[in-house]
């Protein structure tokens, strides 16, 4: 359980902040960016909800999508176990599978793409796209990061997979895919 009194330490002030270990690091470093980026994607998730409010199948998943994404601050918040540290908060396959299984659930109702899809349509279609773009800022991120540290592989299969399925859902939201907008090559030469 995770209890939080008081908001401000100023011990960020010097532009250092605490991972999950303890350890201090500067907030410029990649670990931070990373996890800084998933939590812009839950909060663009969180924006796009107010426009899926009540929407079977899209909310739900969306819902426990963001729950998903502090399992995966947290991840990246952890570098590698030390030596008789307990077990970290990590993001497993079975968090990946679930993702899939939703894309192939989603996507099974839409339309079949004729063209790429412009950003855009419904207001929680044009939302879940801004969420996706994120998403994939994020996975640079973790990708950047994974070059020089350790990171759990399935973190950066979730953002993957993530990315996917919130391009399915813009598409579902624009009315399973009627109302997508599409990009017409060279059409403002």
């Given at each position: 359980?995770?209890?939080?009194?008081?908001?401000?330490?100023?011990?960020?002030?010097?532009?250092?902040?605490?991972?999950?270990?303890?350890?201090?690091?500067?907030?410029?470093?990649?670990?931070?960016?990373?996890?800084?980026?998933?939590?812009?994607?839950?909060?663009?998730?969180?924006?796009?909800?107010?426009?899926?409010?009540?929407?079977?199948?899209?909310?739900?998943?969306?819902?426990?999508?963001?729950?998903?994404?502090?399992?995966?601050?947290?991840?990246?918040?952890?570098?590698?176990r030390a030596a008789g540290a307990p077990e970290p908060l990590r993001i497993v396959a079975s968090q990946v599978d679930r993702?899939?299984?939703?894309?192939?659930?989603?996507?099974?109702?839409?339309?079949?793409?004729?063209?790429?899809?412009?950003?855009?349509?419904?207001?929680?279609?044009?939302?879940?796209?801004?969420?996706?773009?994120?998403?994939?800022?994020?996975?640079?991120?973790?990708?950047?990061?994974?070059?020089?540290?350790?990171?759990?592989?399935?973190?950066?299969?979730?953002?993957?997979?993530?990315?996917?399925?919130?391009?399915?859902?813009?598409?579902?939201?624009?009315?399973?895919?009627?109302?997508?907008?599409?990009?017409?090559?060279?059409?403002?030469?």
């Open positions: 359980m995770v209890t939080l009194n008081r908001i401000y330490t100023r011990t960020g002030d010097g532009g250092l902040t605490r991972l999950a270990s303890g350890s201090p690091v500067s907030k410029a470093s990649a670990r931070v960016g990373a996890y800084g980026d998933v939590d812009e994607t839950n909060a663009a998730i969180g924006l796009a909800r107010l426009h899926t409010a009540g929407d079977a199948p899209l909310d739900p998943i969306l819902a426990r999508i963001q729950n998903d994404l502090f399992d995966l601050g947290a991840d990246l918040a952890t570098p590698a993702l899939e299984r939703e894309i192939d659930a989603l996507n099974a109702e839409l339309a079949s793409l004729t063209s790429f899809v412009l950003p855009g349509g419904a207001p929680a279609a044009a939302a879940l796209h801004m969420a996706r773009t994120i998403c994939r800022r994020a996975e640079r991120s973790a990708v950047a990061l994974a070059a020089g540290e350790t990171v759990n592989p399935e973190a950066v299969r979730y953002l993957n997979r993530l990315s996917d399925l919130l391009f399915v859902a813009a598409r579902h939201a624009n009315g399973k895919g009627a109302g997508d907008v599409l990009w017409t090559p060279g059409a403002t030469r």
